[in-house]
Every structure is written in C-alpha cells, then in structure tokens.
C-alpha cells in the first residue's frame, strides 16, 4: 500500500469535498428550474381552466389581492393545448420562463416572471409578451375582406379599410366604420 504525505491526502479530501458541493449546488439548480417550470405551467392550466382559486394561489401575494375580484369564464377545454419551454432564467430569487402556448394552430409565446418568497416558494409576479398570433388577425382580416366584397363594396376601398385596421392595430387604436357614400353616377 502507498502511503501519502499528509498535504496530498489534505488536497485529495478537499477536492473530493469541494467537487461534492458542486454536485449539491447543481442538484439544487436544476430542481428550481424544475419548480419555475412546473410552477409557471400550472399557471398556464389555471388560467385555461378558468381556475381563480388555484390562479391566486400561485400568484404573489401582492398580486393574489388584486386578482381577488377576477372573473373569469372557463376556456374551451376540449380543445388540446400544447406547451413548449423555450427559455428558462434563474437570477437569485427572480426567474423569466418563455413559454410557447399553442391551441387551435394559434400561438403565443409569453414570458412568466416568478419571485422567491422568503419561505422558498416560486410565485409568479407577472407576465409580459402575452401578444396576439398574428396568424390570428390575418384570418380576422380575411374574413372582414370577404364580408365587404359580399356587400359589393370597390375592391381598392376593401383593401383600404383592411390595411387602416392592420394600421389602428399596430397604433394600439380603433378604426371607425365610416358610413357608405352614395355617389351619383
């Protein structure tokens, strides 16, 4: 058997001891992605459900009071829904999950922002990104340019009330329907 001076054994003990808190700091990190995830999904749920008991429980405490008078009618929920993580971040005791939602070939494509509370557990503070499938509108439009040709309305005055409707959309605004012009020939 070999025999080891004292500073090697001191070295190979402190290594071992150092490489075993790594692996306990990994374990660690991996299981809050986990929770973030798992959390940030079962907002998701609730939130299709329509679920306002289980909604305020996962949010903050701050925004639970807020969410107290939500009323909110449960979705389709025959309808499949698929989830998809893109991106988890972990900084400190805040995270960001990217979530991809999708339901009858539409998406979205939210960021859930969660909290640590000072027990440890992941509530979500907010969401933002939360946009409308653009896919969505282009059928919204399609549909709209249809309905005017049926009433006989000049295609150039189809697209035109189109695109003012993509333009109030991109300005955050409304377009007024203006009144048909009788025109004298």
Do not use: C
Request: glycine share 4%; aromatic share 6%.
């Amino acid at each position: 058997m070999v025999t080891r001076p004292l500073s090697q054994k001191f070295l190979i003990g402190a290594l071992v001891a150092l490489g075993l808190v790594f692996i306990v700091l990994g374990a660690q990190r991996l299981y809050e992605r986990y929770q973030v995830k798992q959390i940030s999904l079962d907002f998701v749920k609730a939130l299709q459900s329509g679920d306002g008991s289980q909604i305020r429980s996962l949010l903050t405490p701050e925004k639970a009071d807020l969410a107290k008078n939500l009323k909110q009618d449960s979705q389709d929920s025959r309808a499949r829904i698929d989830y998809r993580f893109l991106d988890v971040q972990l900084t400190g005791d805040t995270a960001q999950v990217s979530i991809q939602i999708q339901k009858n070939g539409y998406a979205i494509k939210p960021d859930i922002h969660l909290i640590k509370s000072r027990t440890g557990v992941w509530k979500v503070d907010s969401i933002s990104q939360a946009k409308v499938d653009p896919l969505w509108y282009d059928q919204k439009d399609q549909l709209y340019r249809e309905k005017l040709l049926k009433e006989k309305v000049p295609p150039t005055e189809v697209e035109g009330r189109v695109l003012a409707k993509e333009l109030a959309r991109a300005l955050n605004t409304t377009v007024e329907e203006a009144p048909p012009v009788q025109v004298d020939p």
